[in-house]
């Protein structure tokens, strides 16, 4: 039938192609239907590809373009944004004004940022900076260049992106504050966030702030909410943070802004996850959903990517794995790419699976890519692998530097370097670590946990098993009540690595420890539990029987 189609239209005369395209332009147009827009912008398209030259193609070509706009409107609606960037990209072909053709390029490199396909959408962008500047539109650059820093900071050039809009803030200060300024004074606190500087991030964000409110423009002033409270969480002013960022949650909400909302959800998740992961999965699912429906590539890559993580900590590997694995599959930028395949890989280390060819890749992907803010995944990869295979002084050495070269990873990071204190019997390093940790003065239930935890340990290798022992009591029943099952399994091996095996208390929690770890499939882990428990020869029998009650009530608490 399309062979057919084909030749029957090949047949027709210009002039006759012309005349049906425009008959049913005109028909479908008649209809009133949005669900036609495409259809009705194809066919003006191809009436005027079939015109002669002169008043009737410019008339023509007037009404393509208009249909073409609302083509790309609706699929932008609908979260077809490859279909919007088509649709524009033709409707440029029947512009010939250029103020006209550098809105059109903006809109669709914010389209093509959408999506996560970030060459196209610096071209894009790039190409509209130059016609507004070349008409003399300086509000137009101001907004474009703005732009073009959100796609960079969505790319994580976080120098580039940070260059551009310092030179960009300054430039088109004069403007301040129209509200052009205000969202490029927003993508610039991102990218000091982004480059490690919070609190010139709080600084910028607040400037925003203040003239938002004044302006009552609220779109601006929910991201301006949720940008602050990144920065503020990112300085160990938690509650606050959060406090933030749910007030600009609630504004999303509240007036249908749905690319605040997905930055709100991903940027609240990642700080609930210092006081309650749950919270912070719910949070992240809830963004992937929204997300997904709205076509919103680079924010269902993010999501999926902490999905992935937040899935290791709480148990969920298998669940992690197929969202990354999936995710990988569509990723084609490289800081996307990045970061999803470190979660991958992470888990996979911790099953003690070989991740040789997939630490090749991440290699290569980091050198390509160029900026130093993803140097930090590669680190807690590396950290993850050297501690599955019995290398905690090297994977004390990636967590350490990864704390220290992004504070808001300081928190985690110190203590996930403690764990070599506590399973090489350090207590001077464990102790170190334990500064570390309060030094970043970051509190939360996960924070507070964490604490409880070293501090059992310290008393463990001080000498003191009661305290240890109340301690480890403390610790587990925090993990197993924030459902952070990875971290509950650790604290077990710790507890049974520093204490006497056959203590009914540590037996208890080496059976319960076993089951998470089987039900995992953390092979390394599970061997160092072994080995652990290989230190007391009355404990070989426990697990060749069958459980106690008092076994059974830890792994049904577990």
Request: charged share 25%; net charge negative; hydrophobic share 45%.
């Amino acid at each position: 039938q399309a062979l057919i189609r084909e030749v029957a239209y090949n047949t027709l005369s210009r002039k006759d192609r012309k005349t049906r395209h425009l008959a049913a332009a005109r028909y479908f147009e008649q209809l009133g239907s949005d669900e036609l827009a495409s259809a009705l912008a194809g066919h003006y398209l191809a009436a005027h590809q079939n015109a002669a030259e002169g008043a009737e193609a410019d008339a023509l070509a007037a009404q393509a373009r208009i249909a073409l706009r609302a083509a790309a409107e609706r699929a932008i609606a609908l979260g077809a944004h490859d279909q919007a960037i088509t649709f524009l990209e033709q409707a440029l072909t029947v512009t010939t004004d250029a103020a006209d053709q550098a809105e059109m390029l903006e809109k669709a490199g914010h389209s093509a940022s959408v999506i996560a396909r970030t060459d196209k959408g610096e071209e894009l962008l790039r190409r509209a900076i130059g016609l507004y500047r070349a008409s003399g539109d300086r509000t137009g650059a101001a907004r474009a260049t703005s732009g073009l820093g959100w796609v960079r900071s969505n790319d994580r050039q976080d120098q580039a992106a940070l260059a551009l809009l310092e030179e960009a803030a300054a430039e088109f200060a004069d403007l301040w504050p129209d509200p052009v300024m205000i969202d490029l004074k927003l993508n610039l606190a991102r990218a000091f966030l982004q480059g490690d500087n919070a609190r010139r991030a709080v600084e910028v964000a607040d400037e925003a702030l203040e003239a938002a409110e004044h302006a009552d423009l609220l779109p601006a002033l929910a991201r301006g909410l949720v940008a602050k409270g990144g920065a503020i969480g990112t300085l160990g002013r938690l509650r606050e943070a959060i406090a933030l960022i749910r007030a600009g949650e609630e504004l999303a909400r509240a007036h249908e802004l749905t690319e605040v909302l997905l930055i709100a959800l991903v940027v609240g998740g990642y700080y609930l996850g210092e006081i309650e992961n749950a919270m912070a999965l719910d949070k992240y699912r809830e963004g992937l959903e929204l997300a997904r429906r709205t076509g919103q590539l680079n924010q269902m890559l993010q999501f999926v990517n902490n999905i992935g993580y937040t899935s290791f900590l709480v148990g969920e590997w298998d669940t992690g794995l197929a969202e990354l694995d999936g995710a990988l599959a569509q990723a084609t930028d490289a800081s996307s790419r990045v970061w999803l395949l470190s979660n991958a890989l992470i888990i996979r280390a911790s099953r003690g699976e070989s991740i040789d060819e997939g630490l090749a890749e991440l290699d290569t992907l980091v050198e390509a890519h160029g900026d130093p803010g993803l140097v930090s995944p590669t680190l807690d990869t590396r950290a993850n692998l050297a501690q599955a295979t019995g290398r905690t002084s090297e994977a004390r050495t990636y967590w350490i530097r990864m704390a220290e070269g992004w504070s808001s990873q300081g928190p985690a990071g110190y203590y996930q370097a403690a764990r070599h204190g506590i399973w090489a019997g350090d207590l001077q390093s464990l102790r170190e670590d334990i500064a570390a940790v309060d030094a970043t003065g970051v509190h939360g239930r996960v924070v507070e946990v964490r604490r409880v935890t070293l501090r059992a340990a310290e008393a463990a290798l001080d000498g003191r098993p009661r305290d240890a022992l109340s301690l480890y009591a403390e610790a587990l029943a925090g993990w197993r009540d924030l459902r952070v099952v990875w971290d509950e399994a650790l604290t077990g091996i710790d507890m049974v690595s520093l204490l006497d095996p056959a203590e009914p208390d540590v037996r208890a929690v080496a059976v319960s420890t076993r089951a998470i770890l089987e039900r995992l499939g953390a092979k390394p882990y599970l061997e160092r539990l072994d080995a652990a428990l290989a230190r007391s020869p009355s404990i070989k029998s426990v697990l060749a029987t069958p459980q106690t009650a008092e076994s059974k009530i830890a792994i049904e608490s577990a």
